[in-house]
C-alpha cells in the first residue's frame, strides 16, 4: 500500500513568495497532521484536521501559514509570504482515529528553504 | 509542559551491545508511543504502549512504561548497524488525535 505521499521533496524559494505544500494520506484514514521539525525546535503540531474539518490550529504559527483539507485524500499548507524563518522540513502524517491516539503514518516531508 | 523528554539526548554503542533509551513525562497519558527517524526521512512508529500495560514486545524491541513514575524505556536487543537513526517518545493524553513528541535521541550504532 502506499504510504502518506509529500510533494515536493524539496523547495527552495525566495522570501516574499508563495509556498504550497501538498500531501496525500493513506486511503482510509480520517485524521491529517501537519508538522515541522527544526534542530532548535524540534517537531511541532502545526494543524490537525479530522474528517477533512481542522480541529485544532494552535500551532499555526502566524497568518502567513494556512491549511485546507478540500477533501480526505488531499491537503495543503501555504505559507505567504514566506520568509527565512520558515526554512524547516514540513511533514505531514495520517491516522485511522477512533479517538484514542492511535499510530501516525508519516510522509517523507518537505524539505524548505527560505533565501 | 505535555512533552514527554527523552534520556539521553545521545547514544553511541557498539554493534550487537543493547541500547536504552528513556522518556518521561508530566501529564497524564492514555498511550505512550515510540518512533524512529533515518536521516532525511519521516519519522515510522515502532510500538504503542497503553497506560494499562507494564511491558510490550516486538521482535529485537521490549518498552516499558511505569504511570507511577511518569517513565517509559525503549530497549533494543543485539543493535545493529542499521539501528542508527533518532528516536521519539509521543505522548497520548486525551481523546483527541493529537500526540506531543519529544525532542529524540539519537542512537549511533557501531559496526
Known amino acids: 500500500d502506499a504510504g502518506v505521499i509529500q510533494s515536493p521533496r524539496h523547495e527552495v524559494t525566495e522570501m516574499g513568495q508563495e509556498v504550497t505544500l501538498r500531501c496525500k494520506p493513506i486511503?482510509?484514514?480520517?485524521?491529517l497532521f501537519w508538522y515541522r521539525q527544526t534542530m532548535m525546535r524540534g517537531l511541532e503540531l502545526l494543524i490537525y484536521?479530522?474528517?477533512?474539518?481542522?480541529?485544532?490550529d494552535s500551532g499555526m504559527p502566524e497568518d502567513r501559514f494556512s491549511a485546507k483539507m478540500p477533501n480526505a485524500s488531499f491537503s495543503t499548507l501555504k505559507i505567504q509570504p514566506s520568509e527565512p524563518r520558515d526554512s524547516a522540513v514540513y511533514f505531514c502524517?495520517?491516522?485511522?482515529?477512533?479517538?484514542?491516539?492511535?499510530?501516525?503514518?508519516f510522509g517523507d516531508g518537505t524539505r524548505l528553504s527560505i533565501l | 509542559s505535555q512533552q514527554g523528554e527523552e534520556d539521553p539526548q545521545a547514544l553511541s554503542i557498539q554493534e550487537g551491545e543493547n541500547a536504552t533509551m528513556n522518556c518521561s513525562y508530566k501529564?497524564?497519558?492514555?498511550?505512550l508511543q515510540w518512533y524512529r527517524q533515518n536521516s532525511g526521512r519521516g519519522l515510522v512508529h515502532l510500538i504503542l504502549?497503553?497506560?494499562?500495560?507494564r511491558e510490550k514486545h516486538s521482535g529485537r524491541l521490549r518498552v516499558t512504561l511505569d504511570t507511577s513514575k511518569k517513565s517509559s524505556s525503549l530497549l533494543i536487543t543485539a543493535s545493529r548497524a542499521a539501528d542508527t537513526a533518532s528516536y521519539f517518545c509521543?505522548?497520548?493524553?486525551?481523546?483527541?488525535?493529537?500526540?506531543?513528541f519529544g525532542k529524540g535521541i539519537t542512537l549511533s550504532v557501531r559496526p
Open positions: 502524517a495520517s491516522s485511522y482515529t477512533g479517538g484514542n491516539n492511535q499510530p501516525q503514518h
Open positions: 486511503s482510509g484514514h480520517n485524521s
Open positions: 484536521f479530522n474528517n477533512n474539518v481542522p480541529i485544532d
Open positions: 501529564t497524564s497519558i492514555n498511550n
Open positions: 504502549i497503553r497506560s494499562n500495560e
Open positions: 509521543a505522548l497520548g493524553t486525551g481523546a483527541n488525535s493529537k500526540l506531543t
